[in-house]
């Protein structure tokens, strides 16, 4: 993915997805340097307040965000939580008693409709409300007591990208202040970000293999499945192809039965637990012949049809989604190039979704 701006090649499809997509080391180091001061007050105020469990609520891609902060604060902090279904509220005029409940909701805009009417529903049944979003000066900060600004930058492409990783680590960073942590274990993100992203040119010969896949199938374990769920959504929004995500364990309850060694899989391999457990999926989708693409360290990539070695030594497991995602945000975009569509325009979208 280049961000060659000559006159040629500025032309070029997708250039507007390949230009953010290149300045997320940049936004990262920004939520370092500048945000991690405001997120860290946020979360001890929110701390003090001691909320008992934890209700996450989302959309599309924030969706996915949403889900690695669930396993974040479940797995870090100990907290249940849960991912909430708006339509109760918003459709159904459902109110429950949500006092001391701290209330997440995720959004790169902030400006869909049923997303601010669940969260000031929420603050009327008495949570604790934070917003995460890239627009401070939207209605969902405005209804929210507290707010978390992503700093991702004006994002113009359909396909979020940068959008994507900011929110991570930002979710990252709170959940690390909620439980009196500085969050230290994420400043070797930018740095490795860069080296993935430079790596453009390996991931177009992996996606020439790819373009006239009809399906695919994505699986992962742990904090892994976050990644195999967005992955799969920027497969779908930009390519047309039909990807289906799922949780390796749930991969072998039934759907297994559809993998054959033409349609591709790919797997997100964490380096840790998520990858011990997801160990026996990889075993079974080899057995069954599959064109088996993983994302994740060298052995696993070596074992497998193809794939991605990500520089995960030394990296602890709980912000490698943050690394893993983007060899898979170029692959979207390369697949959807090399198949003569642009990705900068998926068709039937709006960058805002107006859902009520």
Do not use: W
Request: charged residues 20%; proline residues 7%.
């Amino acid at each position: 993915m280049s961000t060659t701006t000559s006159e040629g090649h500025s032309e070029r499809p997708g250039r507007i997805m390949a230009g953010e997509a290149a300045e997320q080391p940049a936004v990262l180091r920004r939520i370092l340097a500048e945000g991690a001061p405001r997120i860290r007050a946020t979360a001890a105020a929110i701390a003090e307040r001691k909320p008992r469990f934890v209700l996450l609520t989302a959309r599309g891609t924030s969706d996915n965000a949403a889900l690695y902060a669930k396993y974040l604060l479940e797995i870090r902090l100990g907290l249940p939580c849960g991912l909430t279904s708006m339509s109760t509220t918003t459709a159904y005029g459902a109110k429950p008693n949500l006092t001391d409940v701290l209330v997440i909701t995720v959004s790169q805009s902030g400006g869909s409709p049923d997303l601010v009417a669940s969260t000031r529903a929420a603050r009327e049944a008495g949570a604790i409300t934070l917003a995460v979003t890239n627009n401070p000066d939207s209605p969902l900060a405005a209804v929210s007591e507290y707010h978390v600004d992503v700093l991702a930058g004006p994002e113009k492409a359909l396909p979020a990208t940068k959008t994507y990783t900011a929110s991570l680590l930002s979710l990252y960073l709170l959940v690390e202040g909620l439980r009196g942590g500085d969050g230290g274990r994420a400043h070797v993100l930018p740095g490795l970000a860069e080296e993935i992203l430079a790596r453009g040119d390996e991931v177009r010969r992996l996606a020439a293999r790819y373009r006239f896949a009809e399906r695919m199938v994505i699986t992962s374990r742990g904090y892994g499945y976050p990644t195999a769920k967005e992955a799969a959504l920027k497969l779908m929004e930009t390519s047309y192809i039909p990807a289906l995500s799922y949780s390796g364990a749930d991969l072998l309850h039934g759907p297994l039965a559809m993998v054959d060694n033409i349609s591709p899989v790919i797997a997100v391999v964490t380096d840790g637990r998520g990858g011990e457990a997801l160990q026996p999926v990889l075993d079974r989708l080899r057995g069954r012949g599959a064109d088996l693409f993983v994302v994740g360290p060298k052995p696993q990539v070596e074992a497998a049809s193809a794939g991605f070695v990500l520089p995960t030594e030394g990296v602890a497991e709980e912000v490698q989604p943050i690394l893993e995602i983007l060899p898979l945000q170029l692959l979207a975009y390369e697949v959807t190039i090399a198949r003569g569509q642009d990705p900068d325009a998926p068709r039937a979208l709006a960058k805002v979704t107006e859902t009520r």
